[in-house]
C-alpha cells in the first residue's frame, strides 16, 4: 500500500483597507481648463499629477497618496488665443481617503472658482 500525500497550497490575499485621497474639479465656465496637483512625498517636493483637458460641463479628477503633504492645486485655464493662464492656486488638507472638490466657473476674461462639498 502506497501513502500518496497531497499538498494543499492556501493562498492569501491581503486587501488594504488604505483609500488614496482624492481631488476634482467640476468645470462649469464657458473655457477649457486643467489643473495640476503638487504634494511632497517621502520627504520630496517634486511630485505632481496634472489632469486631461476639462472641457466645459466636464469633471476630472486626480488620486494622489494618502501619505502626500503639502498639497497645492493648481488650476489653469485656456484663452481663444491658445495662450494658459493661471486661475488659482491653493493650499489642500487632505487626510486618508480624503476627498477636495473645486467648481469653476465664469468668463476667460472673469475666471472664478470655489471649494465645494463633494
Not at 494622489?64 to 485656456?78: F, G, L, M, S, W
Not at 487626510?95 to 467648481?103: P, V
Request: proline fraction near 3%.
Amino acid at each position: 500500500m502506497k501513502a500518496v500525500l497531497f499538498g494543499l497550497c492556501v493562498l492569501v490575499i491581503a486587501v488594504s483597507a488604505h483609500a488614496d485621497c482624492s481631488i476634482s474639479i467640476t468645470n462649469e465656465s464657458e473655457y477649457a481648463a486643467k489643473f495640476t496637483v503638487i504634494y511632497e512625498q517621502n520627504g520630496r517636493r517634486s511630485e505632481s499629477k496634472t489632469s486631461e483637458d476639462i472641457q466645459p460641463g466636464a469633471e476630472r479628477s486626480i488620486e494622489i497618496p494618502d501619505e502626500a503633504k503639502n498639497v497645492y492645486v493648481k488650476c489653469d485655464h485656456y484663452w481663444q488665443t491658445g495662450s494658459i493662464k493661471r486661475m488659482f492656486i491653493v493650499p489642500v488638507s487632505v487626510e486618508q481617503g480624503s476627498k477636495k472638490c473645486f467648481k469653476i466657473m465664469g468668463t476667460a476674461i472673469n475666471p472664478m472658482y470655489e471649494s465645494i462639498s463633494c
